[in-house]
């Protein structure tokens, strides 16, 4: 893969990057703190990122990296190569080098770990390559593009296509990718966001109007709600605006406890024929800014 | 074919190969909007038939598949395989192809776990992902 062609935004926990256009997340977990995602092309793992938060007045940059290469060397017997210059993310202390295994069966691996003085985050980057393979040029790109904090408040996420924000002080709940749909919930305390895009929009919409199908699919999804939906345009597409609260009479505590309420924004971009929701369950503390971060869902490239 | 056989993982090329075959014990309901429900027997076991008896538990387990769990039900006839049925869901509900083949090589993973659907791989790619 000497040349990529196409470029997409790879965004998860707060950090985005560059990425070829098939390099999508097969794998991931851990929180915004810390955790790990996978990036893979269908044939071959493409890129492993890991993120921690360093801690306090920890060692300096250099010792860091220094004690991870020796370490490295020491336990896996690699040979690693320093880099100057591969890459130079803005603002970042960073320290980029090839690994390469001793087994021929192992692929070396063009890596980068970055620590960011303004939000103390460190994030590794291992891009392994076929022995062979010239990929200098995509690894820098990559490695030039990262972000690791957000500038204003919102942490963009961006895969398979689906691009969005929300704010970066709620924690990811589950991700799920389904044939034809892919769906987030995220939660601060009590206080969830859950958006997802579906892929079957004029198909759905054949048979039922916007309004009759989000009512089948409110009643599994959003069951714990009592709403009232009206049509509205949203971003010049067809759509509707939910606004209701829990409906149980046990949730009825909780209601008054928490001052919880329900907004759900749906609509059906024609551009890429794809449904999009976004819903908020928040108390009035949340609420606002929740429901304003769903204008950061992009539903078509502009 | 061994227990270690069934474990065994398979490589892309393997999986996209493989053909999804119903389970032909399975009885199907077409419901309402073109969907169907799916009965699997239940996997008869010493303690399952003592709890049938005793609860008089269901021998079946239901699964309602959704507008595009149906759609791939219906490409499981036993000849089209995973990478026709990428290809086909890509052109019905207009996805990435790399977004149809993550998605669906899991949720085929998904039914044939449920005993929907088993996956048939030739011998070849069996020995090569031994």
């Known amino acids: 893969m000497p040349q990529v062609k196409d470029w997409a935004l790879f965004g998860w926990q707060g950090i985005t990057l560059d990425v070829p256009l098939d390099w999508e997340i097969r794998r991931f977990h851990g929180t915004r703190s810390k955790g790990y995602a996978r990036l893979e092309d269908g044939d071959d793992v493409r890129l492993e990122m890991r993120w921690d938060k360093s801690k306090g007045r920890g060692p300096s940059f250099t010792d860091l990296t220094d004690r991870h290469i020796s370490g490295m060397m020491k336990k896996d017997k690699v040979d690693v190569e320093r880099h100057t210059g591969l890459a130079k993310p803005e603002g970042k202390e960073v320290e980029t080098y090839t690994v390469r295994p001793p087994e021929t069966s192992l692929p070396p691996s063009y890596q980068m770990i970055s620590r960011c003085p303004e939000c103390s985050r460190i994030v590794m980057i291992r891009i392994p390559y076929q022995r062979g393979e010239n990929i200098k040029a995509i690894v820098r790109r990559i490695f030039s593009s990262l972000q690791d904090h957000s500038y204003d408040g919102a942490d963009v996420w961006s895969v398979y296509g689906l691009r969005f924000a929300v704010p970066d002080t709620v924690e990811l709940d589950d991700a799920l990718l389904y044939p034809g749909s892919i769906e987030f919930s995220f939660l601060k305390g009590h206080d969830r966001i859950e958006l997802g895009r579906l892929a079957f929009g004029s198909v759905i919409l054949e048979r039922q109007t916007l309004e009759e199908w989000f009512e089948v699919f409110s009643k599994k999804r959003f069951k714990r709600m009592t709403y009232e939906a009206r049509p509205q345009e949203i971003r010049g597409h067809q759509g509707l605006i939910a606004h209701g609260r829990l409906k149980r009479f046990g949730a009825m505590l909780l209601r008054f406890a928490r001052r919880q309420r329900f907004h759900c924004d749906l609509w059906h971009c024609p551009v890429s024929d794809k449904l999009y929701y976004y819903a908020v369950l928040a108390g009035s503390r949340n609420h606002d800014n929740f429901v304003a971060h769903s204008a950061r869902v992009i539903c078509h490239p502009t | ?130």
């Open chain 2, 1 to 130: 074919m061994t227990a270690k056989d069934k474990a065994q993982k398979l490589d892309r090329d393997a999986s996209l190969k493989a053909v999804p075959i119903r389970n032909q014990l399975a009885k199907v309901e077409e419901l309402e909007g073109g969907k169907v429900r799916i009965s699997v027997p239940i996997r008869e076991t010493w303690w399952t038939r003592i709890l049938q008896r005793l609860t008089k538990a269901p021998k079946y387990k239901k699964i309602e598949l959704d507008e595009v769990g149906t759609f791939v039900w219906k490409q499981c006839d036993g000849n089209t395989n995973v990478a026709a049925v990428v290809d086909r869901l890509c052109k019905r509900y207009n996805l990435s192809h790399r977004e149809s083949e993550v998605s669906l090589t899991q949720y085929l993973r998904d039914l044939a776990r449920r005993g929907v659907i088993g996956l048939g791989v030739s011998p070849e790619h069996l020995k090569k992902n031994r």
